[in-house]
């Protein structure tokens, strides 16, 4: 019967101070991770804006190849072989998008934008395309605010 009794005094459990330190630790990381998370799900988002630069990027380089000139007379949207500006909002890319702007001889520039929902806020993604001289490849530079904002 002794025995009995000094097992379970034996059992005790938990102390407040080892609570307290476990409650403290869940906190930390609760602090580090969730930002990190809506991070990660914004860039996640984003990733469907710059994927559908793509066809104007391509647009724009294929043009420059047939025609010698980024000009906007020649390779614009929805001339030379660059698709029309997005008619409409369609995922997380908003209407407008995809627009060639300062069509110079050697350079040209595309620009997306992210629609203002669900966790992103209107943020723009900028091509800039120069092209050394004809017959060279395009190469692209971007900005725009997602470059500041760590999405894109």
């Known amino acids: 019967m002794e025995m009995k009794m000094m097992a379970r005094k034996a059992q005790q459990g938990f102390t407040l101070i080892e609570l307290m330190i476990v409650v403290a630790i869940i906190g930390i990381l609760a602090a580090i991770a969730v930002p990190a998370y809506q991070t990660y799900t ?30 906007a007379a020649n390779c ?3 001339v030379g072989g660059v698709p029309a ?8 890319v ?4 995809g627009a060639l702007t300062g ?28 092209a050394g001289a004809v017959g060279t490849p395009i190469i ?8 500041g904002a760590a999405i894109c």
């Open 42 to 71: 914004k860039k996640a988002k984003f990733t469907e804006v710059v994927s559908a630069a793509a066809p104007f990027k391509l647009g724009a380089e294929i043009c420059f190849q047939e025609q010698g000139t980024l000009l």
């Open 76 to 78: 614009t949207n929805g």
């Open 85 to 92: 500006v997005t008619a409409a909002d369609a995922g997380y």
């Open 94 to 97: 908003k209407a407008g998008s």
């Open 103 to 130: 069509g110079t001889a050697l350079s040209t520039v595309i620009t997306m934008t992210a629609i203002s929902t669900l966790g992103l806020s209107g943020e723009t993604y900028i091509l800039t395309g120069t």
């Open 140 to 147: 692209w530079a971007k900005s725009g605010t997602c470059v």
